[in-house]
């Protein structure tokens, strides 16, 4: 077995603390990678917290993985000793079934094995990127250019994909408004996607402190949802919404910014299930829709198109000991806009 660091919370109650146990040795068809950075999700937080369901501990958190290769597996064919590489949300699947045959292993009809907080195929509980190392099959393991800055890339693996997925899906492009609703980590890479892809971006958010960086970041916009005239203005007027926030909050207020026919697209996940009235729908054909995350076709694809944009996160890397201010920060809505980990402070 390969001796592991991390830093884990050990039930729902108590803040991350630094934790040792053992990962598998490398496989065949592994690939290990020494971890260099890893991002911050609002995930991490909901799930310590059980706020989703109940979860398995310790748990290590940690899904926006990027560091170098160090060993791979005799089979191993499209990773080398030394190369960049990154892991997200995923590391395993049935790969056999038709979504996964699909590059869609996120919606694997068997299940994907999450990165953390999950139990492989193996039976053994999976541990995230809070740690020096990881173990993952290579099919999961996605290639990193060298020429973007890597902290910064470590976000695109969750909230990079997780937004890019359902704008391509769902073709949002030059003719369409595009609002994002909630500027943090998703959101603010949902602004970058958007604009690069040519539709005209309003950030709806309940942070007016934040406008200038929404421009900055791409949006074209800036609704202060608190405000009822700023709202007043942009009612019926959107043909996507793409719902980033991860509180609860009034789906029906949001839905009534949908022009007819519009589409809401929820990548948040607050821990109650949404109330959304009939009339908030039928009233001008409107759609709700929901995403996660994207299969790994998807990743890379999205990967090698921000190196070609050289679209990355902006972030604060910290040190991992001020991971539990971290999320209090994050929590206030307080982050400029991604945590990353300096894993070397582990
Ligand atoms: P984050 O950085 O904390 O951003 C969430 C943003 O939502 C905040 O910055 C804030 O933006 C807004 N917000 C917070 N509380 C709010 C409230 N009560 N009412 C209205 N707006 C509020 O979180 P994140 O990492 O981007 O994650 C966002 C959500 O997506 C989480 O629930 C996470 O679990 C989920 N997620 C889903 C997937 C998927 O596959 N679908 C993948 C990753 C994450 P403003 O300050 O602009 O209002
Ligand atoms: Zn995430």
Redesign the pocket.
């Known amino acids: 077995m390969i001796q592991a660091k991390a830093y884990a919370a050990q039930n729902p109650e108590t803040d991350l603390a630094p934790w040792d146990f053992e990962r598998r040795e490398v496989g065949p068809h592994d690939v290990q990678l020494e971890i260099l950075f890893c991002g911050v999700?609002?995930?991490d937080l909901?799930q310590i917290k059980n706020e989703w369901f109940s979860g398995i501990f310790p748990m290590v958190p940690g899904h926006e993985i990027v560091g170098k290769v160090i060993k791979v597996g005799d089979h191993v064919k499209k990773f080398n000793s030394g190369d960049l590489a990154g892991v997200g949300?995923m590391v395993d699947s049935c790969q056999v079934c038709e979504n996964c045959k699909d590059g869609l292993e996120q919606y694997c009809l068997e299940g994907n094995t999450q990165t953390y907080n999950n139990k492989g195929r193996d039976g053994v509980p999976t541990y995230g990127g809070y740690s020096n190392t990881i173990v993952v099959r290579e099919e999961f393991v996605l290639h990193i250019s060298d020429k973007l800055p890597l902290a910064a890339t470590a976000p695109l693996l969750?909230?990079g994909i997780?937004t890019y997925s359902p704008l391509r899906h769902w073709k949002v492009g030059k003719g369409h408004k595009l609002a994002i609703l909630?500027?943090?980590?998703?959101?603010h890479m949902g602004v970058k996607f958007g604009a690069a892809f040519g539709a005209e971006v309003t950030?709806l958010?309940?942070?007016p402190s934040?406008e200038a960086e929404a421009k900055a970041l791409g949006a074209h916009h800036f609704v202060v949802?608190s405000d009822p005239e700023q709202l007043k203005a942009v009612t019926g007027s959107f043909d996507f919404i793409l719902d980033?926030?991860?509180?609860?909050?009034d789906m029906n207020l949001y839905l009534s910014l949908l022009r007819t026919n519009g589409t809401l697209i929820g990548?948040?996940?607050?821990s109650q299930p949404y109330s959304v009235h009939p009339f908030s729908l039928l009233a001008g054909r409107k759609s709700m829709a929901g995403?996660?995350?994207g299969g790994i076709p998807e990743t890379q694809e999205m990967l090698d198109f921000c190196a070609e944009h050289n679209i990355v996160s902006d972030i604060e890397i910290i040190d991992i000991k001020d991971i539990t201010a971290s999320y209090a920060r994050?929590l206030k809505?307080d982050?400029r806009?991604r945590f990353v980990i300096d894993m070397a402070t582990l």
Request: aromatic share 2%.
């Open positions: 999700c609002h995930s909901h949300c969750c909230a997780t909630g500027l943090g980590g998703l959101g950030v958010s309940t942070s934040k949802t980033t926030v991860s509180a609860e909050h990548v948040g996940v607050p995403s996660g995350i994050m809505g982050v806009y």
